[in-house]
Nanobody
Framework: VQLVESGGGLVQPGGSLTLSCAAS????????IGWFRQAPGKEREGVSC????????YYVDSVKGRVTISRDNAKNTVYLQMNSLKPGDTAVYYC????????????????WGQGTQVTVSS
């Protein structure tokens, strides 16, 4: 099982980034994929999640209207499009999988990627 995040970087406030989570080693279209983030000194929090079929999504209140999650099961990849980025979005972003429905609980996910750094600063 492997999950590899990419697409992070340094962006100015108000800018955009698209993160990717490329999966391998398991039947991708059977799993929900969640995006989490962890800022220095803070607990890891759920940002968004998409169900195995893509028909159900979840967003934490702080990103609603600014973030869109999507998946391409043919490419075994989940995307997180982030717009109107704020300094408070600065964190390491992780993707993780679970075999059933989405949950915002960190403990609900057994396999994680290594993370990608997003820094929002002028």
């Amino acid at each position: 099982v492997q999950l590899v995040e990419s697409g992070g970087g340094l962006v100015q406030p108000g800018g955009s980034l698209t993160l990717s989570c490329a999966a391998s080693g398991f039947p991708f279209d059977y799993y929900s994929i969640g995006w989490f983030r962890q800022a220095p000194g803070k607990e890891r929090e759920g940002v968004s999640c998409i169900s195995s079929s893509g028909g159900s999504t979840y967003y934490v209140d702080s990103v609603k209207g600014r973030v869109t999650i999507s998946r391409d099961n043919a490419k075994n990849t989940v995307y997180l499009q982030m717009n109107s980025l704020k300094p408070g979005d600065t964190a390491v972003y992780y993707c993780a999988r679970r075999p059933t429905f989405c949950t915002r609980s960190v403990s609900g996910y057994a396999y994680w990627g290594q993370g990608t750094q997003v820094t929002v600063s002028s």
